[in-house]
């Protein structure tokens, strides 16, 4: 319970914790089509529109040899949003990818953030062994995980009760945030392209076809295995071609 500047107690939410996190496809133009007709303009020119009325499948070695040979920019001409709500620290990371990649997210500034908290699942795994850049993680005991349950939520609980004092005695929003912590969950738009979501999913998933290694965060992990779900049920010459030729972007 909190207590307004005039002395009026008011409750205080009580937070709720979570170990998942969600991606919706909120829109899209994207199809193997699209990457066909890129294509196809550098020879046929204005007769690469009817692509647009033929079957893909027919030309999925075309596709295939654009992924093989790097031809990357017919890759380009396709979008798609998604609705993704992760920890904060998740779309830190997220961030970092910047070249075909546009957000928006929701802001501390101009709302008052929810109490919903990240905490990892048992399917989690919790130790590091191993040294910086050849590492692995394992399974944490039992009381390793009931340690990190408790000391997180205690800590959460006490973070965002510190929060609605402030906001409670008249203290605003874009200063009373700074004591939440990155495990608190947050919703934006992604808006990206196949090319730059090959990007991504080369670098933050692991995965047996892929080339070149990558060792991701398994909770960033986590948005990139449903957005590739989601991207392969709308290109799916793509997609094999993607998984074909190493997960590699072009």
Not at 44 to 58: C, F, N, T, W
Not at 66 to 74: A, I, Q
Not at 86 to 108: C, D, K, L, Q, T
Not at 167 to 179: H, Q, S
């Amino acid at each position: 319970m909190t207590v307004t500047p005039d002395g009026t107690p008011t409750e205080t939410a009580e937070p709720t914790f979570r170990s998942e996190v969600t991606v919706e496809l909120v829109k899209h133009t994207a199809s193997d089509s699209d990457v066909l007709w890129a294509a196809r303009v550098s020879t046929a020119g204005e007769q690469s529109l009817e692509e647009l009325s033929k079957d893909p499948e027919r030309s999925k070695g075309l596709i295939n040899y654009l992924m093989r040979d790097r031809h990357g920019s017919p890759f380009e001409h396709n979008s798609m949003t998604f609705f993704i709500s992760a920890p904060i620290f998740v779309f830190r990371e997220f961030m970092r990818h910047r070249v075909g990649w546009s957000y928006n997210e929701e802001s501390g500034r101009y709302r008052e953030l929810e109490p919903v908290f990240y905490v990892p699942g048992e399917s989690r795994k919790l130790v590091q062994q191993g040294r910086p850049g050849k590492y692995e993680f394992v399974e944490g005991t039992p009381e390793q995980q009931k340690l990190t349950t408790r000391a997180m939520e205690d800590s959460y609980r006490q973070a965002y009760e510190a929060y609605q004092e402030m906001l409670a005695a008249g203290v605003a929003r874009e200063v009373a945030r700074a004591v939440l912590p990155v495990g608190l969950y947050s919703s934006m738009y992604a808006t990206c392209n196949a090319r730059s979501l090959m990007h991504f999913l080369g670098l933050r998933t692991q995965h047996e076809l892929a080339r070149v290694p990558s060792f991701p965060q398994r909770e960033i992990e986590m948005v990139g295995e449903q957005m590739e779900a989601h991207w392969a049920g709308l290109m799916p010459l793509t997609y094999a071609a993607f998984n074909a030729n190493g997960r590699v972007a072009p």
